[in-house]
């Protein structure tokens, strides 16, 4: 109950600034990506949910089709909303921490527990079936406790 509380005040919190922008709610289903690490680990932590972590930049042209394919797949959308905290890094807005975490390629995809354990990552542009492959494995418990074990 809590947790569809959260979701409605996030959903009507994003059509009022849309609507203060002068946009109408979007009716095409889309992910709606948290802009802050700090924000996604709180609502990871809150929600005991994966953060899926999409780093990008502006510059990047695979960044725009993964963008056009797969992010905007119904399937992937489903499985975002589904079972991840989506979380969007950005190259010129996180520089710092794109660094820390030693990313070179864009796109690049992660996933981590959500107390921000490394989980998997797959770097360049991913299909729908490729993206598909990588959340299907992290999201049963068993082997997403296989990968925190191995990268210890």
């Given at each position: 109950m809590k947790f569809r509380m959260v979701t409605v005040g996030a959903l009507l919190a994003l059509i009022c600034v849309n609507?203060?922008?002068?946009?109408?709610?979007?009716?095409?289903?889309?992910?709606?990506?948290?802009?802050?690490?700090?924000?996604?680990?709180?609502?990871?932590?809150?929600?005991?949910?994966?953060?899926?972590?999409?780093?990008?930049?502006?510059h990047c042209g695979y960044c725009r089709k993964m963008e056009r394919e797969t992010w905007s797949n119904p399937q992937i959308i489903a499985m975002v909303d589904g079972g991840f905290i989506p979380l969007e890094l950005n190259a010129e807005r996180d520089a710092e921490l794109i660094s820390s975490l030693r990313i070179s390629a864009f796109p690049t995809?992660?996933?981590?527990?959500?107390?921000?354990?490394?989980?998997?990552?797959?770097?360049?542009?991913?299909?729908?079936t490729q993206l598909a492959a990588l959340l299907k494995r992290v999201q049963h418990p068993e082997i997403a406790a296989q990968h925190v074990q191995a990268s210890q």
């Open positions: 609507i203060s922008n002068g946009q109408a709610p979007s009716r095409t289903p889309q992910i709606h990506w948290v802009q802050s690490p700090q924000q996604a680990t709180a609502l990871a932590q809150q929600f005991n949910t994966p953060i899926l972590a999409y780093v990008t930049s502006k995809t992660l996933l981590f527990t959500p107390d921000a354990q490394y989980l998997a990552g797959a770097p360049g542009y991913q299909s729908p």
